[in-house]
């Protein structure tokens, strides 16, 4: 148990104690999708969903969900982000259209903010969902994970 931090000598649940490591600028981003079909992509790209405009909804969404990650995942700190930015881009497939999300989120502290990033672009997808679920409940969230990180002790990372 020793290699994993979120457990005391006990190997019960802890959140570790950041106090003693030095603020920095930490940086993460991280990808997520969501498969729609065409009438779907038709709608969310004429801005014709009852709903709204799904974009604008899932993109403030995704900021909420980042600033309430401790809130919701329980090892994670309480994090002052200085930065939250989600962007979209869509990529055809055969028979349907897939929204890439991306999240990136900054900070200048103790601890690195991959959950954060992870958390909006979780929530983007999710939101999608929830937005078009009347239209097809058979979309399709997948493809969730960090694309890099700047910072902390164990230095950067960059998925291949």
């Known amino acids: 148990m020793s290699d994993f931090t979120h457990f005391n000598e006990e190997g019960r649940a802890r959140m570790v ?5 030095p603020e920095t600028v930490r940086t ?5 999708s969501i498969t729609v079909n065409s009438e779907i992509y038709e709608k969310i790209t004429g801005n014709s969903m009852k709903k709204g405009d799904v974009l604008a909804v899932a993109q403030v969404a995704g900021i909420m969900a980042a600033k309430k990650t401790w809130e919701i995942i329980p090892m994670c700190h309480p994090i ?3 930065g939250i930015d989600i962007s979209f881009r869509w990529e055809k497939s055969e028979e349907d ?3 890439n999300i991306s999240a990136q989120v900054r ?14 672009a979780s929530a ?15 979309m399709i969230i997948a493809q969730t994970y960090l694309v890099e990180k700047t910072g902390g ?8």
Request: hydrophobic share 30%.
């Open 17 to 21: 104690d950041v106090s003693s490591k």
């Open 28 to 32: 993460a981003s991280a990808h997520s």
């Open 80 to 82: 002052p982000l200085t």
């Open 97 to 99: 259209y897939r929204l």
């Open 107 to 120: 900070t200048k502290g103790s601890t690195g903010v991959e959950m954060e990033a992870l958390t909006a």
């Open 124 to 138: 983007c997808a999710l939101t999608v969902y929830d937005m078009c679920k009347a239209l097809d409940k058979g």
């Open 153 to 160: 002790k164990n230095g950067d990372f960059k998925k291949e």
